[in-house]
Antibody
Framework: QVTLKESGPALVKPTQTLTLTCTFS??????????VSWIRQSPGKALEWLAR???????FYSTSLKTRLTISKDTSKNQVVLTLTNMDPVDTATYYC???????????WGQGTLVTVSS | QSALTQPASVSGSPGQSITISCTGT?????????VSWYQQHPGKAPKLMIY???NRPSGVSNRFSGSKSGNTASLTISGLQAEDEADYYC??????????FGGGTKLTVL
C-alpha cells in the first residue's frame, strides 16, 4: 500500500525558510523510474507544480521558483525534503507531495499540509 | 511557464455528457502525449483520472475519457453523476522538463 504524508510547520514568518518533509511507504525511491514531486495550492486557487526528484537524484524545478527551491531525498528514510527560501504571504498554500512512476502523472498523493505565511 | 487554459466552470445534468478543454502550446500539450487529468473534491487531495492523454488508471470509471488534438486536450465525462461534481485539473509535461497545470474547471452537476 502506497502512502505519502507531508510534515512541516503550519506557520512561518515572512523571509523565513520553509522546510517540508514527505515521508512515504509502499515504494522505494531507489527503484528505476520512481519520482516524487511537490505541488502546492493556494486557497481557492489552482494546483502549481514546484519540484521533482527522481530515483537517480535528477532534480527539476519550477522555472518561476527555481532560485528559491531545493529538493533532496533520503532513500534510507523514505523521505523527500523541500525547502523554499524567503517565504512571503503569497506562498501561503497547501503543499502536497505526490508519486510518479516512469511518467509525468501523479498516481498517489499525500493529504497535504497547510502552510500559512504571516508575521 | 504559463498555466494551461481551462474553462472556469462547466455544468451538466445527471446522465448527460460534458467535455472540459485544456489548451496549451506546442511546448507542452501539443508536444508530448503526457497530459493528465485530476479530480479534486473540496478539502481533498487530487485524484488521477486520466494519464498519458487517454489512459485510465485501474479503478477509474470508464465514464471518464481523454483525448488530444493539436495543442488542446479534452476530458469527457459521460453519464454524469452527482459524485462527479468537483474541480478538474489538467497537467502536461513541458519542453523545459517541468510540469504545468491548468487553471482548473469547476464542474457542477445540476
Amino acid at each position: 500500500q502506497v502512502t505519502l504524508k507531508e510534515s512541516g510547520p503550519a506557520l512561518v514568518k515572512p523571509t523565513q525558510t520553509l522546510t517540508l518533509t514527505c515521508t512515504f511507504s509502499g515504494f522505494s525511491l531507489s527503484t528505476t523510474g520512481m519520482r516524487v514531486s511537490w505541488i502546492r495550492q493556494s486557497p481557492g486557487k489552482a494546483l502549481e507544480w514546484l519540484a521533482r526528484i527522481d530515483w537517480d537524484n535528477d532534480k527539476f524545478y519550477s522555472t518561476s521558483l527555481k532560485t528559491r527551491l531545493t529538493i533532496s531525498k533520503d532513500t534510507s528514510k523514505n523521505q523527500v525534503v523541500l525547502t523554499l527560501t524567503n517565504m512571503d504571504p503569497v506562498d501561503t498554500a497547501t503543499y502536497y507531495c505526490a508519486r510518479g512512476y516512469s511518467s509525468s502523472n501523479f498516481d498517489y498523493w499525500g493529504q497535504g499540509t497547510l502552510v500559512t505565511v504571516s508575521s | 511557464q504559463s498555466a494551461l487554459t481551462q474553462p472556469a466552470s462547466v455544468s451538466g445534468s445527471p446522465g448527460q455528457s460534458i467535455t472540459i478543454s485544456c489548451t496549451g502550446t506546442s511546448s507542452d500539450v501539443g508536444g508530448y502525449d503526457s497530459v493528465s487529468w485530476y479530480q479534486q473534491h473540496p478539502g481533498k487531495a487530487p485524484k488521477l483520472m486520466i494519464y498519458d492523454v487517454s489512459n485510465r488508471p485501474s479503478g477509474v470509471s470508464n465514464r471518464f475519457s481523454g483525448s488530444k488534438s493539436g495543442n488542446t486536450a479534452s476530458l469527457t465525462i459521460s453519464g454524469l453523476q452527482a459524485e462527479d461534481e468537483a474541480d478538474y485539473y489538467c497537467s502536461s509535461y513541458t519542453s523545459s522538463s517541468t510540469l504545468v497545470f491548468g487553471g482548473g474547471t469547476k464542474l457542477t452537476v445540476l
